[in-house]
């Protein structure tokens, strides 16, 4: 292998190509976009053990298992995993690490797929542990050498930040080899790892005392940087935002924070002599603003009076906020004839249209989750109607019958299989203990579908293609107390309506499992269905299902050959019997 060479890589595959050159031996994640393919990548690399875990908590604790044994570790999530995996984070502040251990978060301006934009760089704050912030591909690569080995000079955690354009925009890297590290395994010290009050408090002044350190670090980190000319104003930015400020405004004075937390105090002090003003361009929180602004007392800092605290940057509007408009809107103004809406749908086939066709048609209130079924909440479906987080729906539908012990008669939460084994598991434990009597429908279709079809517990298979015991879901729900377990399948439309009728009336908590694999993982469709265009009364029943392949043709119902796989939903739904497998096409002989 040669020392180096240059490759087109995204962020994402950066990321993990960094951490195969810094000695990275464990790799632990949650399938979350925009973060997914870190440890899809990295479990390419020969040497490292790559790990989907149950969730994001479970995937620091692991890293922080294999940080403590003395390996390099990256663990990877979305920005709202950070919430989930929060806990341990708080507290390996205090307790340092073994292996240099970084933690991703790929934040995502602009919801691109995801229930809300919150900008954890808070997190570095909160946790008073180091921020690092690329803002291509080479840098995603360089930071994360960086990071491990900052974690292990200082005896912290890092947080790496990006955002969607980091993760998926695409540059060339200049790559190198791989650095094998000695691991000198666990070693026992309970002062240090044991966070009882005692020896957490013993550790609290360390974390201040760390910072300290950081801080000075940050003054003579080459990841933070000044370049540029002029004196009229100086614009600091972190991440994306550098791209974007160099490409609308060419030549300007800039400071590029890499290293964002904690703040080179001295070095904005400094930059800021040089000019007349600050102008802070950072996505959502003024986060690097407040604290810039707090620094700098007598200096104009302007960041949020000029660019939005919603969505994402772009260089129009950095151009245009800087051209003297004023505050400018969340978004660039259409440049070019607007396109038509293209809303998101589920695949034709999917297993969850006849489960969210049967829900409306029963005015049913539904608690849901998040995946591809959180789909269901859109016309002409409409038959979801909460969605909060990962595992939300079944305490949701729990916390609705406490306040109104009917509601259980018309309340069905949803959940998918990956989520159920996510954070799924102990809401359904307090739905049997607290005597609640809601309907669960666990919709499996056997993988992690919305973030690409990864594997999970119940699959039976790992990242790395290691077979391994599939949990058992009906079983699993019957070892938490739910005694009425059942497993139907999602497509055969009126035994699916008739259980779930039954179960509504059932008096106790009851499991309906909806089990048939994802539409796209490989299974041979059927032949597409026809429409007998003389017996179609064009009443609209089959269009109510959402499915791609069906559309209004004239006064009658049509079907896509090449999007039809032969489900057989929109059979069922038809009164007249205009619709099957076997109808002949207008010349045909037969």
Known sequence: MTSSTTKLMSGNEAIARGAYEAGVIVGTAYPGTPSTEIL????????????????????LEVGIGASLAGARVLVAMKHVGVNVAADPLMTLSYTGVGGGLLLVSADDPG????????????????AKIPLLEPSDSQEARDFVIAGLELSERFDTPVLLRTTT?????????????????????????PAKYVMIPGYARRRRPLVEKRLAGLRREAERSPLNRTEGEGTARGFICSGITYQYVKEALPGERILKLGFSYPLPEKMIRDFAATVKEIIVVEELDPFLEEQIRALLPGVPVTGKQLFPAIGELSVNLIRRGTAGEGSVASGDPPETTEL??????????????GVFYVLRKLKLTVPGDIGCYTLGALPPLKALHTCICMGSGIGIAVGMERADPAAAASTVAVIGDSTFFHSGITPLVDLVYSGSRTTVLILDNRTTAMTGHQDHPGTGVTLQGATRPPIDIEALCRAVGVRRVFTADPLQLRELESLIKKELTAGEPSVIIAQRPCVLLGRTPSAPLRIDAQKCRDCGLCLALGCPALSRFGDCASIDPLLCNGCGLCSQVCRHGAIGATIPEEGDSN
Not at 45 to 59: C, D, Q, S, T, Y
């Open 40 to 59: 899809e990548q990295l479990s390419r690399f020969p040497g490292l053990r790559a790990h989907w875990a149950p969730n994001e908590k479970v995937a």
């Open 340 to 353: 038509p809406a293209r809303p998101p749908l589920l695949c034709p086939g999917c297993p969850h249209r």
């Open 165 to 189: 354009r980091i993760s998926h925009s695409r540059s060339l890297v200049k790559t190198g080899v791989r650095n094998e590290i000695d691991r000198k395994g666990f070693q026992k010290d």
């Open 111 to 126: 919801m691109h797929s995801s229930q809300n934009e919150q900008d954890n760089r808070h997190y570095a704050r909160l």
